[in-house]
């Protein structure tokens, strides 16, 4: 069965970097994309940043120039890094894999900007 497992969220100042990680495990052949998604308090969820399997990445403008997203192949794992972070960027931050056609979600973390 495959699961995401997100690390990396905490509490960060604004104007601060963080970097996040999810690991993909779970018997699979090979992964189509994987990328980040944000939901913020009483709002909808987002995307973030996704990179598919061919190298392309879509970022979302909100973070464009702030937000990088890369993987590991050999552990399965993709990474978001953020900087210059703003209270706005505040919120469950949750990893997803295209597997097989299916689409898998992490647990989430919460990344919370603030001073």
């Known amino acids: 069965q495959v699961q995401l497992v997100e690390s990396g969220g905490g509490l960060v100042q604004p104007g601060g970097s963080l970097r996040l990680s999810c690991a993909a495990s779970?018997?699979?052949?090979?992964?189509?994309?994987m990328g980040w998604y944000r939901q913020a308090p009483g709002k909808q969820r987002e995307l973030v940043a996704v990179?598919?399997?061919?190298?392309?990445?879509n970022i979302a403008d909100s973070v464009k120039g702030r937000a990088t997203i890369s993987n590991d192949n050999a552990k399965n794992t993709v990474y978001l890094q953020m900087n210059s972070l703003k209270p706005e960027d505040t919120a469950v931050y949750y990893c997803?894999?295209?597997?097989?056609?299916?689409?898998?979600w992490g647990k989430g973390t919460l990344v919370t900007v603030s001073s």
């Open positions: 779970g018997g699979f052949f090979s992964i189509n994309g």
């Open positions: 990179l598919t399997s061919g190298g392309r990445t």
């Open positions: 997803n894999a295209l597997i097989g056609g299916l689409n898998y």
